[in-house]
């Protein structure tokens, strides 16, 4: 039994020293997996690079309808004034800019009430409440507000003024 053992260590010496060790297979797949990342990496590149462009003739936007207008009759009111001054006057000229031609029909059967609301808010306002743009800009957000609940459940998208005169 002992001359067994020997002669298989005897064996293995030998082997050993005959045949070259193994390379290590953890180097060959870290070399594979570089070669996938480099040949992927261009790929991809070359893929996003010279794909071709959509033309701007294929995206066709929507066409945006044109607003309509409605002309308001001219109104004309006295302003509220702080007794003993003279009295001041305010004339305006007012456009509506409604969001498509469809409305104008729908907003003539109330168009009493719209200038009511107008009568009765113009009447109140003071000749300070109008100096310089800020008193103009609250004015015509007033002015829309008040026409939009008049006309409400449709919307206009702003009142314009044409003329405004204060005398």
Request: glycine letters at 6%; aromatic letters at 6%.
């Amino acid at each position: 039994m002992a001359d067994k053992k020997r002669a298989e260590a005897e064996t293995e010496e030998t082997d050993g020293a005959a045949k070259p060790a193994p390379k290590s297979k953890r180097k060959l797949i870290i070399i594979a997996a570089a070669a996938l990342l480099v040949l992927g990496g261009g790929g991809g590149a070359a893929f996003f690079m010279f794909k071709p462009k959509p033309k701007p003739e294929a995206v066709a936007a929507p066409v945006a309808k044109p607003p309509a207008f409605l002309d308001l009759p001219d109104t004309l009111v006295n302003l509220a004034n702080a007794g003993g001054d003279r009295p001041q006057y305010l004339k305006v000229k007012i456009v509506l800019e409604l969001p498509d031609s469809t409305m104008i029909q729908q907003v003539q059967p109330v168009m009493p009430r719209v200038m009511d609301s107008f009568q009765t808010y113009l009447r109140e306002l003071r000749p300070t409440d109008l100096d310089g743009s800020a008193g103009l800009y609250r004015l015509k957000e007033e002015l829309t507000r008040r026409v939009n609940y008049a006309i409400a459940p449709n919307r206009v998208n702003a009142v314009l003024f044409k003329e405004i005169v204060v005398q």
